[in-house]
C-alpha cells in the first residue's frame, strides 16, 4: 500500500501531523507493507527567495492577526508538538521560501533518502536556533549531508534552479487536482484522503479501510492455457 503526503517545511501541523501519522503506521499490522511518500506542496511559492521574516511578523501579515494572537497560536503549537514528544521553538523562527528544500527533497527521493532529510529539515526549521532561510545554501548542503546525501550532489541541485523544478510543480498540481487546498494532506492508495495533522486514531483508521478496501487480483478462467512456472514451461503431449 502507498502513502502519499504532501507537506511544506514551513507547515508546523505538518511536522505535527508526521509524528502522529508514523504513531499510527508503527501500529499497524501491515506496516511493512507500506510505502511512504512525501509530495511537495508550497503554502507561500510567491515568496521571493530572499524574503525573510519573524514567523510573528509572517503571521500578523498574512492572516490579519494580532502579534498577541500569532504568539498564543504558537504556544499552542509548541504544546501540541510536545505532546508528540517534538522539541518546539515559540519564540525567534523565521520563514522564507522553502522550494529549494522541495527540489532536494526529491533528489533525496531518487537516492532512498527522502524520510530522513524531511524530518531532518523540520527539526532544523522548528527546534533548533539556526535558521534554515537565513543561513543561506550551505546550511542546506550541511542537513542534506546529515541525511546521508552527497554535498557535491546537493550543490549541484541547488546551483542549478531548474533541476527537480518540474517535479515539484508536478506535485504541486497534482495536490490541486485532489482537492488538497492546505497541508498536510495524506492520500491512501489514490483511495482515500485524509486533511489535516489527525489524531494517531484516525489514522489508524484510514490505514485499515484502506487495507481492507485493496482489490483483490481477479483471474479470468485459462481452463488448460500453457504457462511457464519454477519447474519449467508446460509442453503439449500430441
Known amino acids: 500500500m502507498r502513502v502519499e503526503i504532501w507537506s511544506d517545511?514551513?507547515?508546523?501541523?505538518?511536522?505535527?501531523?508526521?509524528?502522529?501519522?508514523?504513531?499510527?503506521?508503527?501500529?499497524?499490522?501491515?506496516?511493512?507493507?507500506?510505502?511512504?511518500?512525501?509530495?511537495?506542496?508550497?503554502?507561500?511559492?510567491?515568496?521571493?527567495?530572499?524574503?525573510?521574516?519573524?514567523?510573528?511578523?509572517?503571521?500578523?501579515?498574512?492572516?490579519?492577526?494580532?502579534?498577541?494572537?500569532?504568539?498564543?497560536?504558537?504556544?499552542?503549537?509548541?504544546?501540541?508538538a510536545a505532546a508528540?514528544?517534538?522539541?518546539?521553538?515559540?519564540?525567534?523562527?523565521?520563514?522564507?521560501?522553502?522550494?529549494?528544500?522541495?527540489?532536494?527533497?526529491?533528489?533525496?527521493?531518487?537516492?532512498?533518502?527522502?524520510d530522513e532529510l524531511i524530518q531532518i529539515l523540520y527539526r532544523a526549521n522548528f527546534a533548533e536556533e539556526r535558521s534554515v532561510f537565513a543561513e543561506g545554501e550551505e546550511r542546506l548542503v550541511e542537513l542534506a549531508v546529515e541525511a546521508g546525501l552527497d554535498a557535491d550532489d546537493v550543490r549541484k541541485v541547488l546551483a542549478d534552479p531548474d533541476a527537480y523544478a518540474d517535479d515539484v510543480r508536478a506535485d504541486e498540481r497534482e495536490a490541486a487536482e485532489l482537492g488538497a487546498g492546505g497541508v498536510p494532506f495524506f492520500v491512501l492508495d489514490r483511495k482515500f484522503g485524509v486533511s489535516g495533522a489527525q489524531p494517531a486514531e484516525v489514522f489508524e483508521q484510514a490505514l485499515t479501510q484502506a487495507w481492507g478496501a485493496r482489490s483483490p487480483l481477479q483471474l479470468v478462467d485459462q481452463g488448460d492455457a500453457q504457462a511457464c512456472g519454477p519447474d519449467g514451461c508446460a509442453v503439449p503431449q500430441h
Open 9 to 80: 517545511i514551513a507547515c508546523p501541523w505538518c511536522y505535527v501531523g508526521k509524528a502522529r501519522f508514523e504513531k499510527a503506521l508503527e501500529a499497524f499490522p501491515h506496516r511493512e507493507q507500506v510505502e511512504v511518500v512525501h509530495r511537495s506542496f508550497e503554502l507561500d511559492p510567491g515568496r521571493a527567495k530572499g524574503d525573510i521574516q519573524p514567523v510573528i511578523t509572517m503571521l500578523t501579515k498574512k492572516y490579519g492577526m494580532s502579534a498577541a494572537q500569532a504568539r498564543a497560536g504558537e504556544e499552542n503549537l509548541g504544546a501540541q
Open 84 to 114: 508528540e514528544g517534538l522539541a518546539y521553538r515559540t519564540e525567534g523562527r523565521d520563514h522564507g521560501n522553502t522550494f529549494d528544500m522541495h527540489r532536494l527533497l526529491h533528489l533525496a527521493k531518487e537516492q532512498g533518502r527522502q
